[in-house]
């Protein structure tokens, strides 16, 4: 009897696959509706933007946040996937834009920033496509920045315990200035460095990739 029982639940365990298989093939979801594929170069993220006034300083309590450069006006992005979408999630106050609440999906499109701060632990930040003459970044406990085809002159970086900075897709620094604390790690592939002072202590993990060493005049390690 176990064995027809067994039996009778693969063959509609078998049957099920068939027909949702049928289904895709014609382009119909499990529940009837049409399946929908992206286009390519479609924003699968459909961002609402929304217009900034120029600031000088970001706050971020908001995790997974991207700053990327701009060459129109300042704005800031908003999935419209996320289901929070529609809580106001930041606010400026002076020149400062401070980010809040929402985790994922925020975007923030600028031409210039000189400081940004990570108000909390265990956080993301990247950075893309900035061109900017120096920028100074703070962050608590268990962040990670990375940089994306950044341009800076005098670029300054002091994080809390197990912070992670990583750089890849061709960047340049003049200037690199490095703080951290217990357990941090620094991994810089693809980015050209001229100065380069390290104050670290007890690092997990530290390495230059050669395009990076090729470039470096001055590496000082306190």
Not at 101 to 114: A, F, H, N, P
Not at 123 to 132: F, N, T
Not at 148 to 174: C, M, P, W
């Amino acid at each position: 009897m176990l064995l027809v029982f067994v039996g009778i639940v693969l063959l509609l365990v078998l049957a099920s696959d068939v027909v949702l298989w049928a289904y895709y093939k014609k382009g119909i979801n499990g529940d009837g509706t049409a399946l929908r594929f992206p286009k390519k170069g479609e924003d699968l993220y459909q961002e609402k933007k929304s217009a900034l006034h120029p600031f000088k300083a970001i706050v971020i309590n908001a995790n997974d946040v991207r700053i990327t450069g701009s060459t129109g006006n300042d704005s800031i992005g908003i999935r419209k996937d996320n289901d929070d979408a529609n809580v106001h999630c930041y606010k400026q106050v002076g020149d400062t834009l401070y980010l809040e609440l929402l985790d994922g999906g925020i975007t923030v499109y600028c031409k210039s920033v000189q400081y940004i701060k990570l108000a909390k632990d265990s956080m993301r930040l990247s950075l893309s496509d900035l061109k900017i003459p120096a920028l100074e970044i703070t962050a608590f406990n268990n962040n990670y920045l990375d940089l994306n085809e950044v341009e800076v002159g005098q670029f300054a970086y002091k994080g809390g315990k197990n912070s992670r900075l990583v750089s890849y897709n061709h960047g340049k620094i003049d200037s690199l200035d490095v703080q951290l604390a217990e357990f941090g790690s620094i991994r810089l592939e693809d980015i050209k460095v001229k100065k380069f002072t390290l104050n670290a202590y007890q690092m997990q993990d530290f390495w230059l990739s050669e395009e990076t060493l090729s470039g470096l005049t001055l590496f000082k390690r306190n």
